[in-house]
């Protein structure tokens, strides 16, 4: 790993999953670590699971397997205790293990009186899924959230409405926001142009679990895509989703995320508006807006101070408001660049790696 300096701190990641294969943790923290060891930093990354354990959990069955993989991510936590009397921070993106109560958090800060720094970008102290299991909701012991909080030197927030949940239990919780890296990752003029001229994109992109935020829209594509022949709907995501309105799907990877993105004339990020929600950190549309792909999402948490409506994109809080400002912007060419250009000027003075370096460098001290 990279040599210490003198003034530099050495700092521990436990992070859930395996380096660049998480959105969280490769928008959150992962495009720091060049700015980390150019500030004097040195820094090791414990996953709690390797890519292989990870994938598992993806498919059905193999339940042996996946429970062997469990035990050597506790195994490799327990270590990790052992290991964190060498740093000087320890920084734990959403929980250093998937279940159970925060014992390992307990030992870093309470026994070893190391500084935690405390990353989410989620309301991770509640869940998204109504009908959830009482065993699995006492197996995720989500209320250890609020302890990780209190035990922790800083808390990392991906937006206010997660700060002020963890000001509760921490003065030192500050906004990070997911960023975007505009100048080696999402920047157009580092990917050859594949747009198809004569067919407006509506595109979304996602993963498995966020499938279900299409169902807000489901009406009002159908209308739109009845109204506009010439137009079609792209998703980008790691399974073929189930919906009402034609569509074509694109698998996600790693390797042609930005070229796929870019084939979007529009891109759109509907929630519902409920607390879970409120935790969201608009990642959807900041990776449009990067891109200069004008966005529309619903006026839900964040969303609305990343978008201002009418200028750098549009809010759309209901069917008749999805339908006419979609519609707006599939006639109108010069109406999606000057909201591409307003909203690619937010991501840059506000949400890229760059205007966030210092911030994040503050997170140790």
């Known amino acids: 790993m990279q040599n210490r300096t003198r003034m530099g701190s050495k700092i521990l990641f436990l992070v859930p999953y395996p380096l660049h294969e998480s959105p969280s943790q490769r928008f959150r923290f992962e495009q720091y670590f060049d700015i980390l060891v150019k500030a004097g ?4 990354v414990q996953p709690f699971l390797n890519s292989q354990n990870w994938q598992l959990f993806f498919k059905p069955g193999q339940n042996l397997i996946k429970a062997l993989a469990l035990l050597s991510g506790f195994f490799k936590r327990f270590v990790s205790v052992v290991r964190a009397v060498h740093y000087d921070f320890v920084f734990i993106h959403r929980e250093a293990t998937p279940a159970g109560p925060p014992i390992i958090e307990w030992l870093l800060a309470r026994v070893l009186r190391k ?3 405390y990353d989410f970008d989620d309301a991770i102290w509640m869940t998204d899924r109504s009908s959830e299991p009482t065993l699995l909701r006492a197996i995720k012991w989500r209320s250890k959230v609020s302890s990780i909080c ?4 800083k808390v990392s927030c991906g937006n206010q409405y997660l700060q002020r949940y963890a000001l509760q239990f921490n003065g030192n919780a500050v906004i990070i926001p997911t960023t975007i890296d505009t100048t080696n990752h999402h920047n157009p003029a580092l990917y050859p142009s594949t747009h198809e001229e004569k067919t407006i994109t509506i595109g979304w992109t996602g993963s498995h679990s966020t499938l279900k935020y299409l ?3 489901e009406g009002a594509l159908s209308k739109v895509l009845k109204q506009n022949p010439t137009v079609r709907v792209s998703i980008i995501a790691d399974r073929k989703p189930v919906v009402n309105f034609p569509f074509v799907f694109m698998p996600w990877s790693a390797a042609t995320e930005i070229e796929d993105l870019l084939t979007f004339d529009i891109g759109v990020m509907p ?3 409920d607390e879970w929600s409120k935790g969201k950190c608009g990642f959807k549309i900041l990776q449009y807006m990067a891109l200069k792909v004008p966005a529309v999402a619903s006026p839900v ?3 609305q101070q990343i978008i201002d409506d009418g200028k750098s994109g549009f809010l759309c809080a209901s069917e008749t ?3 006419g400002r979609l519609s707006q912007l599939i006639v109108d060419p010069n109406l999606r660049k000057a909201l591409a250009l307003a909203g690619y000027r937010q991501v840059i003075n506000n949400y890229s790696v760059q205007s966030n370096a210092g911030n994040f460098l503050k997170l140790f001290e």
């Open 41 to 44: 930093h040195h820094y090791d």
């Open 115 to 117: 500084k935690i720094i």
């Open 150 to 153: 209190k035990w922790s030197h």
């Open 215 to 217: 169902k807000e829209i």
């Open 271 to 273: 929630l519902p508006d």
């Open 301 to 303: 948490g964040v969303n």
């Open 321 to 323: 408001e999805w339908i």
